[in-house]
């Protein structure tokens, strides 16, 4: 570690330790710098990825009203956060496919009411036929009964 990154953690340091004790500066790579004695601008994400990073998440848990200087219980938090975020996103997944499982057993559903609406056309036009039959038989048989018993 070089000794501007070192004087720029120590720096997001005193920040984190301000906001802890209810200070509302934020917490931004301008600020740092400017705590640390360095120029606006002096923290630049291409040179210093990791302690960007770091000060983006002290931000984040200064807004969060989380802010530790224990990086024991940020760790924590980070690890408790992390799994419900991976739990959201299961979920979101499994309930992607359960949608997609309800609309094809809504098209099976579909698809059997379609069918049972046909069946029950063809039991109709079945049973008019029969009336018709059974209409013609007994006219038959009215014709072939002998008169007169």
Same mark, same amino acid.
């Given at each position: 570690m070089t000794k501007f990154e070192k004087e720029c953690y120590e720096a997001l =340091?005193? +920040? =984190?330790? $301000? $906001? =802890?004790?209810g200070g509302k500066k934020r917490i931004t790579r301008e600020t740092v710098g400017a705590e640390a004695g360095k120029n606006s601008g002096a923290i630049r994400p291409i040179r210093h990825p990791e302690l960007c990073e770091a000060i983006q998440q002290a931000e984040a848990d200064r807004k969060a009203g989380i802010l530790s200087v224990n990086t024991d219980e940020q760790a924590a938090y980070r690890e408790t956060v992390d799994g419900q975020k991976n739990l959201i996103n299961k979920l979101k997944k499994e309930n992607l496919t359960l949608g997609i499982k309800l609309d094809k057993q809504a098209e099976v559903i579909l698809n059997l009411l379609h069918e049972i609406n046909e069946l029950e056309d063809d039991l109709s036009s079945?049973?008019?036929? +029969?009336? =018709? $039959?059974n209409t013609r038989i007994e006219t038959l048989m009215e014709k072939v009964k002998p008169r007169g018993i």
């Open positions: =340091k005193r +920040l =984190k330790n $301000a $906001a =802890k004790e079945c049973e008019e036929d +029969l009336q =018709k $039959a």
